[in-house]
């Protein structure tokens, strides 16, 4: 296939808040502001930064379960942005979903058997046989014994639950998934059981991830290219070993040298970010992570940096690290 499978334009989401008796008074929370990215066939992107910087609105404006303020998602080359119901309903076979919480994204009251094939169901009906041997199968590809097909979430560890939940997104052949936080309320054990699936999975089906995740120790395992974002924007897009070798945002920079390391004695370089990060509701004016941020200089208050690409290929939302010049 040539050309992205995921293109997203210029994605911004704003919710309202108050009651909008009078609209223009209602303070605006800019979740997700002009964010533009692909995803190629086979390809990992991660999203990351720390909570409240718009991950899981972004990963919901992808699954139209949230509609965008503006801009456009374009799926195999099919602007998805004005598409109703229906058609969303079989675009949806394209992209499935897998979130953090499998117990309350999987149905209590149906078997793990019904669960994973229910996708499948709701394009077309299946006899009993089909249905056991298809459920049969998708278990076995996330590494669980068809026994469990009779089992319901309830009687399933938080491990099996995710790997159900990920069979169930496998089950319609989507060639991506977008997986939100998906491994985050694991233990470390079991957290590295299930991306290990999921890299298996890959490489076997040559599905693509986009992976939303606030840890890097995870994004660093998985990832083949990094988007950081920050207050809705993405502020640096890098090849995972770019990235981490060489982050260039001052912020990227901070998040990484606040990072766990699997060598304890090893440091990372750099100090981590300090102070909280700023409301959505009413961003620092220029650069928004400038209050934070110790390089910043006067143009960082006054001018909102574009994400500009650097010689090795790199985007970076950072007017001293681009080279602007100061004012
Ligand atoms: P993350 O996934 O990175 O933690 P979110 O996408 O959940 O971030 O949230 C981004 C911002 O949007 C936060 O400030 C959050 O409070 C706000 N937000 C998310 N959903 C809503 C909503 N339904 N109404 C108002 N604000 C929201």
Redesign the pocket.
């Known amino acids: 296939m040539s050309g992205p499978l995921l293109k997203v334009e210029n994605l911004a989401k704003h919710?309202m808040?108050g009651n909008g008796f009078l609209k223009q008074n209602c303070p605006v929370?800019r979740?997700v502001e002009d964010v533009s990215f692909s995803v190629a066939p086979g390809e990992t992107l991660c999203i990351v930064?720390e909570?409240?910087?718009?991950?899981?609105?972004?990963a919901r404006l992808l699954m139209r379960i949230v509609e965008p303020t503006s801009g456009r998602v374009i799926i195999d080359g099919t602007d998805i942005t004005e598409f109703g119901p229906h058609a969303l309903r079989v675009w949806r076979r394209r992209m499935q979903m897998v979130f953090q919480d499998p117990y309350s994204s999987l149905n209590p009251r149906l078997t793990a058997g019904q669960i994973v094939t229910e996708p499948v169901e709701n394009f077309e009906r299946l006899k009993r046989k089909q249905r056991e041997a298809l459920a049969a199968d998708l278990l076995q590809e996330v590494g669980m014994r068809p026994e469990i097909m009779h089992r319901f979430p309830s009687e399933l560890s938080g491990g099996q639950r995710q790997r159900l939940a990920i069979a169930r997104a496998l089950s319609l052949r989507p060639p991506l998934i977008v997986a939100d936080e998906a491994v985050s309320a694991l233990d470390v054990s079991v957290q590295a059981q299930i991306l290990n699936l999921l890299l298996d999975l890959q490489q076997n089906t040559g599905i693509a991830f986009l992976f939303i995740s606030h840890d890097l120790s995870v994004v660093e395992h998985i990832a083949h290219r990094v988007a950081v974002m920050y207050l809705g924007r993405i502020v640096e897009l890098a090849t995972c070993e770019a990235l981490f070798a060489n982050p260039t945002h001052p912020y990227t920079e901070a998040l990484i040298s606040a990072a766990p390391l699997p060598d304890p004695t090893r440091v990372r370089p750099g100090a981590p970010v300090e102070g909280e990060v700023p409301s959505?509701i009413n961003p620092p004016s220029g650069c928004a992570f400038h209050p934070r941020c110790p390089h910043a200089i006067k143009r960082c208050r006054q001018e909102m940096p574009p994400l500009a690409p650097m010689a090795d290929g790199r985007l970076v939302a950072c007017h001293v690290r681009t080279g602007a010049p100061a004012i």
């Open positions: 919710y808040l929370v979740a930064g909570s409240g910087c718009g991950k899981s609105t972004l959505p």
